[in-house]
């Protein structure tokens, strides 16, 4: 009887339990019937942009080109008279200055002066001439005031004099002699090379240092076709030069000025001399925007339009770079944000 009890109580308890179960696992199902679905913002599609934030900025519209200079053969430094080199101010890459003593032979300093017309005879008094005007000219540069008349007077001779004496040179104040006067091409000059050293013996007409030839001109290899329309310069090194349409420097003072960069100077021990890279770019930056490409529309070559907040501004393509469109036009630099894609029927008119 006993044994009959705890048979039936053991089945009650495991019923009662799976009852238990049963109503739980029910109340759960019951549960997700009526629970929200909602889904997790990590897992929700990202809502599509349509607008992006831009900002104007300057442009020069910088391209890298190659630059030839045409030349004329070696030039050297002549000494007007023989003997030995007791001094030198001559360095490789450097500048010799017009009313300067950078050489003395046999102890004389021999004056270094840049004339447009190369001394070619001694200068006494009355001798006139292109030769005369010129030396006049370059006194007066070096703050000599005397008149340019073309014919040798008093006064050329005493302020001849007074140069020749601040430098330690000796005259005797009635003749101008050629010997003692080093010509310069320009009024500083680079030296490529010094050929003359101290204590080396060297004859009349011998030469003392090298220049760097003489640029005939100067003209880009590689001009741009499709460049930013406006003013437009080169940049070489520190020094910049303005650039003609066609792309060519022919300006005598542009090209003395242009053979004393680095870049030239260097390019003369290459095995391309005269040939070197420089920046073209506009000679005035312009104020751009930004934008990407695709939202340019309307585009008929380089014009098109863009709109913000649904406004439509025309504008003009003048370059790209990295994936970024530079722009023009009225009042679009003022912009923030621009639209990716025009409103559906909007058109660049």
């Known amino acids: 009887m006993w044994r009959k009890f705890g048979r039936e109580q053991g089945q009650t308890r495991r019923a009662s339990a799976l009852a238990a179960v049963l109503a ?37 519209d910088s391209r890298t080109v190659q630059v030839a200079v045409e030349q004329s053969g070696p030039r050297s430094l002549i000494a007007g008279l023989g003997g030995t080199v007791t001094s030198s101010a001559c360095t490789e890459g450097g500048l010799l200055r017009s009313g300067t003593a950078a050489f003395a032979i046999d102890g004389e300093p021999l004056l270094s002066l840049a004339t447009t017309t190369p001394l070619w005879r001694d200068l006494h008094p009355g001798d006139s001439g ?18 340019t008349t073309a014919t040798v007077t008093s006064e050329t001779l005493e302020a001849y004099a007074a140069l020749a004496a601040s430098l330690g040179s000796r005259t005797n104040g009635a003749v101008i002699e050629r010997s003692r006067i080093v ?37 880009i290899t590689n001009l741009p076709q499709r460049a930013a329309p406006g003013e437009r310069r080169i940049a070489i090194d520190s020094s910049d030069f303005p650039m ?12 003395g000025k242009l053979i004393r960069t680095p870049s030239f100077l260097a390019s003369q021990t290459s095995d391309r ?38 406004e439509v501004h025309r504008v003009v393509i003048l370059g790209s770079q ?23 029927g909007v058109l660049c008119e």
């Open 24 to 60: 739980s696992a029910l109340a759960f199902a019951s549960g997700l019937a009526v629970a929200p679905t909602t889904t997790p913002d990590s897992l929700s599609r990202p809502t599509q942009a349509t607008a992006v934030k831009v900002s104007a900025t300057d442009f020069k």
């Open 130 to 147: 292109a030769d005369v005007r010129s030396l006049q000219a370059e006194l007066n540069q070096l703050g000599h005031g005397i008149g």
């Open 183 to 219: 010509w310069l091409p320009d009024r500083e000059q680079p030296v490529q090379k010094c050929t003359a050293s101290v204590g080396s013996v060297v004859g009349q007409g011998q030469g003392l240092a090298e220049l760097p030839p003489q640029a005939t001109g100067a003209r």
């Open 244 to 255: 003609p349409a066609d792309g060519r420097i022919s300006d005598p003072g542009a090209l």
């Open 273 to 310: 001399p005269g040939i070197f890279a420089a920046r073209y770019e506009l000679a005035h930056s312009v104020r751009v925007l930004g934008v990407p490409p695709g939202a340019i529309f309307g585009l008929n070559a380089t014009a098109g339009c863009i709109s913000s907040r649904k």
């Open 322 to 344: 990295l994936g970024v469109t530079f722009v023009s036009g009225v009042g679009v630099d003022a912009l923030s944000e621009i639209d990716l894609k025009p409103e559906p």
